[in-house]
């Protein structure tokens, strides 16, 4: 005999099996009954002299049984929730400053309260291409973590550099090191 055979026979048998242990086990189930359990004795519910009235926002109702309901349900879906995202489209964008005047310029890429901030700043700057740097500094009694470009000479780089930055959605600061 072919071996699918045995295969088909086998899977046959282990069918079987398993449907009677599944049977089995439902009818066990069905068949038994559950334990009764004796119902705590509930006290009568006290309401307190000074209660005050719950506001409308958490709106609770004790029902006679001393379950608590709970309105939210109702509520809710007449709220309104303003959602506000700041979206920037192309034309609202910020147009990076234009340099013209000859010098040496240093762009900074932000600055940081965290130095896993400041590295993540860095990193997302070298694979635009840019080298950079950060400079540690004091704000307001707290260290800052500057992020800086090389200094740049050439008018034409600066630019190029600032609007590579700010099409990224990099905010940028142009400082003018030196004439």
Known sequence: MPGWVY????????????YGVYVSGNKRLVTSQ??????????????????KPAPAAVAEDVAAEGDITFDFYEMLPNLD??????????TETAAPPA?????????QAGSFSGLADANRRKAEL??????????TGDAGGRTVYR??????ENPDDVNRTSTL????GIDILLKRVAD
């Open 126 to 135: 070298g694979l635009l291409g840019i080298h950079s740097e950060i400079k």
């Open 147 to 152: 992020v800086y470009t090389d200094p740049m």
């Open 81 to 90: 929730v303003e959602l506000y995202e700041e979206t920037k489209t192309p």
């Open 7 to 18: 295969m088909l026979a086998g899977l046959a048998i282990g069918l079987a099996v398993a």
């Open 165 to 168: 930055l700010t099409d990224q």
């Open 99 to 107: 340099v013209s005047k000859q010098g040496i310029y240093i762009i």
């Open 34 to 51: 559950p334990e009764p359990v004796a119902e705590p004795a509930k006290a009568p519910a006290k309401k307190p002299a000074t209660a």
